[in-house]
Every structure is written in C-alpha cells, then in structure tokens.
C-alpha cells in the first residue's frame, strides 16, 4: 500500500506550510500517525520527543522522513475500520489485464494476481485509475496524452517550440535504503551493466552519472555532492535520510539509514510505456543496473574527502524495502498518461512568471490545494531539468473529468495536467488530495444519482459537492494574510 510513499521508497516531498496547511485532513492524520507511531513504538530520547514536528530520520527533504514498513502500517491502521468490517478488499500484487466497454461507460475490469496467475473480473459503477502509469486509460479507449505538449497546442512558455514529442517523458528512478559502517565490506556484485554506466555520457550532463557531480536542477550549472555532510557541498547522505540514530536512545539504531533517489540514479534511456513489452523490460532492467551501478561505483570507486577510495560500509538494506535484490518494489514513476479532460491545467495558471496576478488562477470548480515548483528531472528526449517557481494552486474538479469516458476517474498524476504542469501536481500530498477528491466525487455521484459531469456543470451540485469535501477536510483555497500565503 502507499504507493510512492511505500513501494517506491520515496520519503514525502511536500509544501512549506505543511504542518499548517496545505492538505487534507486525512492526509495531515498520516503524517501525525507517522510521529505517533515512532512516539508509541520507539525509545525516542528524551529531546526527540519532546519535538512537536518529530522528523524521524532528519532528512533536509521531508519534515516526516521515515521508513517505508512505518508508513504501511500507519495506512494499514487507517484502513483497518473498512478491512476488518468487510467494507473494503485490498488485492495486493495484481495487475490490469483487460478492460471491457459498452459506449462511454467502463462495465468490467479484469486483473491478474502477478504470482499465480490467476484472474479476477471487477464490477462496479465507478472506476478510479490511481495507477502509476495511467494504465486503464489504454485500455478502457479513454482519450490521453503523454509526453511533452507543444507551445501551439498549449500556448505554456516552456513547452515544446516546434512539435509535440508523446514520447519525452521524465526519468524514473529505482530507490533503494542504504546504511553505512566504517570498516565494514558490504560490497555488492559487480553489475552487469556496470561498464555501460561508467562510460555513458551525455552532453546537458556534467559528467558520468557515476560520479559525484550533476546537474543543478533550476540553473543546469555543474554540481558537487559529497555523500556525507563535510564542507559547503550538498551531501547526498542527509537529503532522504529515513533513520536519524541521533533520535533515538543509544542502542536503539547503530547507524543511520537513507533512501538513493538522488541525480546520478534518474534513467532517461527510454519510456516504461506506450512501447512494446520488450522494450518497457529492457529500460526498467536499465533503470535497476544504474542504481546498482551507481551503489557499486560509491563502494570501490568512489573518492572520499579523506583521500581513500570507497566506502565498502555502504549495506544494502533489503529489509527496508522488502525485495530480494534490495531495490524498491517499484520504479519511482514522476510522469503518467494523462487524461483529455473537460479542463487542463497549464503552465499560466500557476508560473509566477506567466501571470500578471499574484495569485495562481482561481478554479470555482477547486476540489482542493497544493503547491511545489515546477519539477521536471532529465528526460528521456534528452532534456535537462526544467524548473520554475509555482503559486500555492487549486485542483480544478474539471482536470478528473474525462472529456467523454462518464464512469471512470483519475485518482493520481493522470488528471489533464501537461508535461510542465505535471510537475507541480506529482507530489504526495496532491496525489493523495486528488486520490481523495475522486473517491468523494464518485460517491456523491452515486448518492445523488447524478454524473459527475453534470456535478460540475450544474451550479447548486458543485457547490453542494464542494461542502462534502470541507466536512471532509479538504481545503480548498489557499488562506491569504495581506499578500503572503
């Protein structure tokens, strides 16, 4: 469960004001059951608990690092009132497989656990695709894009000048939790691809991905790392740390754990879908050889501030994230398909620099809030990063209503974003907002027997709806004092 939370190993990614505001209320009761769990389970010293925005693992990410298995049975617990009473099933490790049509209307959709086999036929009135690629969306005839829009159809100032390209899609990353102990060897096997690595260069990047340097994601200027914090350098080893022994009573941890979702580990070689199967296998098998590459290079290769070569001590932490070959259960996946919807968001209703107003554009159809910059990592076009400031925005309910599909949903990042906008929308607390909006949408249409089109379009409905969604607490504007958020 969790998603990119969990099975991805990718700690949250969030607002400034979040411990204010910023989320929904569900999603601020899982961040505070995170600080709960460590409070109830962990001997925290005495300082650590008396922290009121306890970040178990002090990384400079998150306020809330932590470990996955904690986050899954934070969700576990949220979830049990619905498992345990038979209101809800949970089907773990099954993938779509077909989906079955009549008109505009999805009727079935059949999915397939991934150990045995076997298939299962789903029913139901509403179908909400929260999966990482926007898998339904294919197969159900639902009409999307991908890749990156161009200016003419857009009109955004950082699309594509010439044609729209389906297929430049942003990196994904294959996460993994690493320890380290000095004068230990841990070193893995030699991986396969580990000489293709060593030698890829490319031309927007300042060196090879095995090394310490990258690109800087809002200048593109040269960067150095160091993997621990010991000058002026960004030291990559605080950034997704997840376990802080410093938080802890001594005992407790004898070292420190942190998460790679780092620059040099991003794979750009080629998309995960709208390809052929082969070629999907042959890029995430890319994407974990780089991972295991670049953890390789750092236990042999890598040079240290003391003048060694190496650091052997860096363990795979299998256990954190609960493979065998201790890589996360999933890709970190930052872009989907993405659904024509009644309404798109782009580029000017959010960029500061697109805008005469100080505000993101106002949505009177908002179904709830969030904020980050426009991050676009290295794509597989061959792009560099984009970045670009954002105003605090609304989610338009209009960019969860496919433009003809009437029972299906997008529950994640494929509501009707573009390729730049989708880099403001991917974060964990929007995806969840957006998660929850669609769930509520579908069981008001239900409730008051009406589509959610017509929710949209029909003025006393929408504002009903919206009222659901407070009671819920969702927020849906951004408070304003003068002219600061």
């Given at each position: 469960l969790g998603g990119q939370l969990t099975s991805q190993a990718v700690p949250l990614d969030e607002n400034?004001?979040?411990?204010?505001?910023?989320c929904t209320y569900r999603y601020r009761q899982f961040r505070e059951g995170v600080r709960n769990y460590y409070r109830r389970h962990f001997p925290l010293t005495p300082e650590a608990r008396q922290v009121q925005?306890?970040?178990?693992?002090?990384?400079?990410?998150?306020?809330?690092?932590?470990?996955?298995?904690?986050?899954?049975?934070?969700?576990?617990?949220?979830?049990?009132?619905f498992l345990l009473s038979g209101r809800l099933t949970v089907m773990m490790e099954h993938k779509i497989k077909k989906v079955e049509t009549a008109g505009d209307r999805i009727q079935a959709v059949t999915v397939e656990n991934i150990r045995t086999k076997q298939e299962k036929v789903l029913v139901g009135s509403y179908f909400l695709d929260a999966t990482e690629c926007g898998d339904v969306l294919p197969l159900a005839g639902v009409e999307y894009v991908t890749?990156?829009?161009?200016?003419?159809?857009?009109?955004?100032?950082?699309?594509?000048?010439?044609?729209?390209?389906?297929?430049?899609?942003?990196?994904?990353?294959?996460?993994?939790?690493?320890?380290?102990?000095?004068?230990?060897?841990?070193?893995?096997?030699?991986?396969?691809?580990y000489e293709f690595w060593k030698n890829y260069r490319v031309d927007f990047w300042p060196d090879s991905l095995l090394s310490w340097k990258s690109s800087h994601p809002i200048t593109n200027e040269p960067r150095e790392h160091t993997l621990f914090p010991v000058d002026d350098r960004h030291a990559l080893w605080t950034y997704r740390r997840i376990v802080d022994k410093n938080n802890f009573v001594p005992g407790t941890f004898d070292r420190e754990i942190t998460i790679v979702n780092w620059p040099q580990n991003d794979y750009w070689l080629g998309p995960v879908y709208e390809v052929e199967e082969e070629e999907v296998k042959k890029h995430l098998e890319g994407a974990k050889q780089l991972s295991l590459s670049y953890l390789y290079w750092m236990q042999t290769e890598a040079p240290r501030p003391d003048g060694k070569i190496g650091y052997p001590g860096l363990r795979l932490r299998k256990d954190v994230v609960g493979t065998e070959d201790g890589l996360a259960m999933y890709p970190y996946i930052r872009e989907s398909r993405r659904i024509k919807a009644e309404f798109t968001i782009l580029e000017q209703h959010i960029n500061p620099m697109a805008r005469k107003e100080e505000?993101?554009?106002?949505?009177?159809?908002?179904?709830?809030?969030?904020?980050?910059?426009?991050?676009?990592?290295?794509?597989?076009?061959?792009?560099n990063y984009i970045h670009m400031s954002c105003l605090p925005f609304q989610i338009p309910l209009g960019s969860l209503i496919p433009i003809r599909m009437g029972n299906l949903l997008p529950a994640c990042k494929n509501i009707g974003t573009t390729h730049i906008t989708n880099g403001a929308y991917r974060l964990h607390p929007v995806e969840w907002n957006i998660g929850e909006a669609a769930g509520l949408l579908a069981a008001y249409a239900l409730d008051q027997k009406i589509s959610p089109r017509g929710i949209r379009n029909t003025e006393n409905q929408l504002q009903d709806f919206q009222k659901v969604l407070q009671k819920q607490g969702v927020e849906l504007e951004w408070p304003k004092v003068g002219n600061s958020f």
């Amino acid at each position: 469960l969790g998603g990119q939370l969990t099975s991805q190993a990718v700690p949250l990614d969030e607002n400034r004001w979040i411990e204010q505001f910023g989320c929904t209320y569900r999603y601020r009761q899982f961040r505070e059951g995170v600080r709960n769990y460590y409070r109830r389970h962990f001997p925290l010293t005495p300082e650590a608990r008396q922290v009121q925005y306890l970040n178990p693992g002090n990384g400079t990410v998150s306020r809330v690092c932590h470990d996955p298995r904690v986050a899954v049975a934070v969700l576990n617990e949220m979830l049990a009132p619905f498992l345990l009473s038979g209101r809800l099933t949970v089907m773990m490790e099954h993938k779509i497989k077909k989906v079955e049509t009549a008109g505009d209307r999805i009727q079935a959709v059949t999915v397939e656990n991934i150990r045995t086999k076997q298939e299962k036929v789903l029913v139901g009135s509403y179908f909400l695709d929260a999966t990482e690629c926007g898998d339904v969306l294919p197969l159900a005839g639902v009409e999307y894009v991908t890749g990156s829009e161009s200016q003419k159809e857009t009109g955004e100032l950082h699309a594509l000048p010439g044609e729209a390209d389906p297929f430049d899609i942003q990196s994904i990353t294959w996460c993994y939790a690493v320890d380290y102990m000095e004068g230990e060897d841990h070193t893995i096997e030699k991986p396969e691809q580990y000489e293709f690595w060593k030698n890829y260069r490319v031309d927007f990047w300042p060196d090879s991905l095995l090394s310490w340097k990258s690109s800087h994601p809002i200048t593109n200027e040269p960067r150095e790392h160091t993997l621990f914090p010991v000058d002026d350098r960004h030291a990559l080893w605080t950034y997704r740390r997840i376990v802080d022994k410093n938080n802890f009573v001594p005992g407790t941890f004898d070292r420190e754990i942190t998460i790679v979702n780092w620059p040099q580990n991003d794979y750009w070689l080629g998309p995960v879908y709208e390809v052929e199967e082969e070629e999907v296998k042959k890029h995430l098998e890319g994407a974990k050889q780089l991972s295991l590459s670049y953890l390789y290079w750092m236990q042999t290769e890598a040079p240290r501030p003391d003048g060694k070569i190496g650091y052997p001590g860096l363990r795979l932490r299998k256990d954190v994230v609960g493979t065998e070959d201790g890589l996360a259960m999933y890709p970190y996946i930052r872009e989907s398909r993405r659904i024509k919807a009644e309404f798109t968001i782009l580029e000017q209703h959010i960029n500061p620099m697109a805008r005469k107003e100080e505000t993101a554009e106002k949505f009177k159809d908002t179904v709830g809030i969030g904020h980050y910059s426009m991050d676009l990592h290295p794509s597989t076009a061959g792009r560099n990063y984009i970045h670009m400031s954002c105003l605090p925005f609304q989610i338009p309910l209009g960019s969860l209503i496919p433009i003809r599909m009437g029972n299906l949903l997008p529950a994640c990042k494929n509501i009707g974003t573009t390729h730049i906008t989708n880099g403001a929308y991917r974060l964990h607390p929007v995806e969840w907002n957006i998660g929850e909006a669609a769930g509520l949408l579908a069981a008001y249409a239900l409730d008051q027997k009406i589509s959610p089109r017509g929710i949209r379009n029909t003025e006393n409905q929408l504002q009903d709806f919206q009222k659901v969604l407070q009671k819920q607490g969702v927020e849906l504007e951004w408070p304003k004092v003068g002219n600061s958020f």
